[in-house]
């Protein structure tokens, strides 16, 4: 299954801001070949064991017609998949014969470049998602023969949206979007702006861990808001370490975790606290992002180290979600030198996995010269990107 291709993931958002699905491609065409990515899938994302990995989580994933057949040989769900293929590759009755094979077997179907005026009208009727380019001029003429044809419960999806602004008029239009451009976007002006009080308390108790006080302390700062003390336990808890019992009070999650992995819980505790109206997608880009980047130094880092690749990963879009520049955000929070040479600048230890990581996040991204310069191969990174993404579809956010 060795290929040379980079895995790129992009999330759809619905018109009430909550990430529904994840679409995963080849970061660049003809990079790996067609039919390589469903054996990667199978590969990281089915345990013969646990079965499928990604919890409730759904994939919407790219295929050529000719790589149709291989579904049948996968044991993903097919209620966890819908299958992206383009409108103009199914053509004439073979083709809708094989949107309706898809449906009956469970798979959503998604039309790519769909239009009312040019693809078969016959695909309408099994098509759970049609999707079309946000940024072309005849989009309003697009959208209107779509809506017309499109099934009952049909959704339909724009990529190429650059602005919040422009989102939020697909959103009150009822459409999703597709968030590859959007997570470059600068944070809309109605945004979060500052700490709220609830981060203001996580920063308290991650300057104590840093500074590993005494357990007493920190119980007594987490008494103040016992909804912190909720949400801590129930991240750590869901995604289990296999120690046996639940962790229910800070005592017993140093004892068992320590300080420094306490530390990175209490890092995604303050990103998922924020009050913007945009945290949904920008906190799962967070914890996906941390998660991978620790995946990818644990083979090449200290343990501690790459449990900071996990904060640098959640803290890397804290000026997006507080609505400041990362330099006055960094002022607020008590972080090594390392990290915030990361953070501001994608240099020094941890930078450059972190810039890999987020590299995976866009189409056009530099992937392979980024893993070539930590001798990591693609598939070591695809492994862990997808590893990344079911880990955080598992947290009980």
């Known amino acids: 299954m060795s290929h040379s291709g980079f895995l790129v993931r992009t999330a759809l958002l619905d018109p009430s801001r909550k990430v529904v699905a994840h679409e995963v491609d080849w970061q660049r065409a003809g990079a790996a070949p067609a039919d390589a990515l469903l054996p990667l899938l ?6 013969e064991e646990k079965g499928w990995l990604m919890a409730d989580g759904h994939l919407v994933v790219p295929l050529a017609p000719s790589a149709l057949a291989a579904l049948a040989d996968t044991p993903l769900p097919p209620r966890g998949m819908t299958i992206a293929v383009g409108a103009d590759t199914l053509d004439g009755a073979d083709g809708a014969a094989l949107a309706d094979d898809l449906r009956r077997r469970g798979y959503g179907l998604a039309l790519r470049d769909a239009d009312g005026q040019t693809i078969n009208p016959a695909l309408f009727a099994h098509a759970t998602q049609l999707q079309l380019d946000g940024a072309t001029p005849e989009l309003p003429v697009r959208l209107k023969r779509v809506i017309q044809q499109r ?3 049909a959704r339909i999806a724009l990529c190429n949206i650059g602005e919040w602004a422009h989102y939020e008029t697909c959103a009150k239009a009822g459409l999703d979007v ?10 809309p002006a109605q945004a979060a702006r500052g700490l709220n009080p609830a981060q203001a308390v996580i920063l308290q108790l991650m300057d104590l861990v840093t500074r590993n006080a005494d357990i007493r302390d920190i119980e007594a700062v987490l008494k103040r808001d016992p909804a912190i003390s909720y949400k801590l336990f129930r991240y750590i808890n869901s995604v289990g370490f296999g120690l046996g019992s639940e962790i229910h009070s800070i005592r017993h999650a140093v004892t068992m975790l320590g ?18 109206d945009y945290a949904a997608p920008l906190m799962k880009t967070a914890i996906i992002r941390g998660r991978f980047a620790e995946l990818l130094g644990v083979t090449l880092l200290p343990k ?6 996990f904060v640098a990963g959640m803290f890397s879009v804290l000026d997006r979600l507080l609505g400041q520049p990362m330099e006055e955000v960094l002022t607020q929070i008590p972080l090594s030198e390392a990290l915030c040479e990361a953070l501001l600048s994608r240099t020094g230890i941890y930078g450059p996995f972190l810039a890999l990581a987020e590299s995976c996040e866009q189409a056009d991204g530099a992937s392979a010269a980024l893993a070539d310069a930590l001798f990591l191969s693609a598939d070591q990174v695809n492994r862990a990107h997808l590893a990344a993404l079911a880990w955080a579809q598992n947290l009980k956010l």
Do not use: F, I, M, V
């Not at 199978?42 to 345990?47: E, S």
């Not at 306490?262 to 606290?273: D, F």
């Not at 501690?304 to 690749?309: G, I, P, S, T, V």
């Open 42 to 47: 199978n590969a990281a994302l089915h345990d």
């Open 151 to 153: 099934r009952a419960g």
């Open 178 to 187: 597709y968030t590859q451009k959007l997570l470059r976007a600068a944070a």
């Open 259 to 276: 300080y420094s992995t306490l530390y990175r819980w209490l890092a995604l505790l303050l990103a998922t606290a924020s009050a913007s």
């Open 304 to 309: 501690n180290e790459a449990e900071n690749l």
